[in-house]
Antibody
Framework: EVQLVESGGGLVQPGGSLRLSCAAS????????MHWVRQAPGKGLVWVSC????????NYAESVKGRLTISRDTAKNTLYLQMSSLRAEDTAVYFC?????????WGQGTTVTVSS | QSALTQPRSVSGSPGQSVTISCTGT?????????VSWYQQHPTKAPKVMIY???ERPSGVPDRFSGSKSGNTASLTISGLQAEDEADYYC?????????FGGGTKLTVL
C-alpha cells in the first residue's frame, strides 16, 4: 500500500528548531517530486516547499525561505523538513504529499505549535 | 505568489449541481494545464478529486468534473450527496512550485 507517515511535530518556542519526517512506503520516494504543505488552525492549505525527483532542485515559499530546508534520505525512503528560527505564524499541521496525478498521496499530517 | 481566488462558500440541495470557480493568472492557472482539486473533510488529509484540469483519479465518482477557461478553472459536482459536504481547494502549477486557492466550504442543505 502506498503510504506517507509524518512525524516530528510538537511544541517549540519562538526562535527554536524542529525536524519533520515523512516516511514513504509502497513506493520509492526518489522517483517523485515531493511537497510539504501546511494548514494553520482554521485556515486553508498553503504550499511550503518541494524537491525534484532527482533531488537537483528545491523550491520554497517566500515566507519560509532561509528558515526551512527540504531534504530526503533515499536509503531511508524518507523526506524531511528542517525548520529553524520558528515563528508563531509557522504554527500549523504540516502535510507531505507525492506529486503524481496531482498531489495524489498525502500523509495524515503532523502538528507544529510555536509558542512560549 | 498570491493564492488563487475561490468563493468562500457554496451550497446546494441533494441531487443538485454546484460549481466552484478558481481564478488565477496567466502565470499559473492560465499558463499550465496542471490544475487540481482537493476535498478535505474536518481533521482529515486532503484528497485529490481532479488533476490536470479534468482528469479523475480512480475511485472518484464521475459526479465530479473539472474544466478551465483562460485564467479560471472550475469544479462541478453533480447529483450532490450529503458526503460531498467538505472544504474544496484548487491548486495550480506555477512553473517552479504550486499555489493553492483559499478554499471553498460546500454545504449540502
Amino acid at each position: 500500500e502506498v503510504q506517507l507517515v509524518e512525524s516530528g511535530g510538537g511544541l517549540v518556542q519562538p526562535g527554536g528548531s524542529l525536524r519533520l519526517s515523512c516516511a514513504a512506503s509502497g513506493f520509492t520516494l526518489s522517483r517523485y517530486r515531493m511537497h510539504w504543505v501546511r494548514q494553520a488552525p482554521g485556515k486553508g492549505l498553503v504550499w511550503v516547499s518541494c524537491i525534484e525527483s532527482d533531488g537537483s532542485r528545491t523550491n520554497y515559499a517566500e515566507s519560509v525561505k532561509g528558515r526551512l530546508t527540504i531534504s530526503r534520505d533515499t536509503a531511508k525512503n524518507t523526506l524531511y523538513l528542517q525548520m529553524s528560527s520558528l515563528r508563531a505564524e509557522d504554527t500549523a499541521v504540516y502535510f507531505c504529499a507525492r506529486d503524481y496525478l496531482g498531489l495524489g498521496v498525502w500523509g495524515q499530517g503532523t502538528t507544529v505549535t510555536v509558542s512560549s | 505568489q498570491s493564492a488563487l481566488t475561490q468563493p468562500r462558500s457554496v451550497s446546494g440541495s441533494p441531487g443538485q449541481s454546484v460549481t466552484i470557480s478558481c481564478t488565477g493568472t496567466s502565470s499559473d492557472v492560465g499558463g499550465y494545464n496542471y490544475v487540481s482539486w482537493y476535498q478535505q473533510h474536518p481533521t482529515k488529509a486532503p484528497k485529490v478529486m481532479i488533476y490536470d484540469v479534468s482528469e479523475r483519479p480512480s475511485g472518484v465518482p464521475d459526479r465530479f468534473s473539472g474544466s478551465k477557461s483562460g485564467n479560471t478553472a472550475s469544479l462541478t459536482i453533480s447529483g450532490l450527496q450529503a458526503e460531498d459536504e467538505a472544504d474544496y481547494y484548487c491548486c495550480s502549477y506555477t512553473g517552479s512550485s504550486v499555489v493553492f486557492g483559499g478554499g471553498t466550504k460546500l454545504t449540502v442543505l
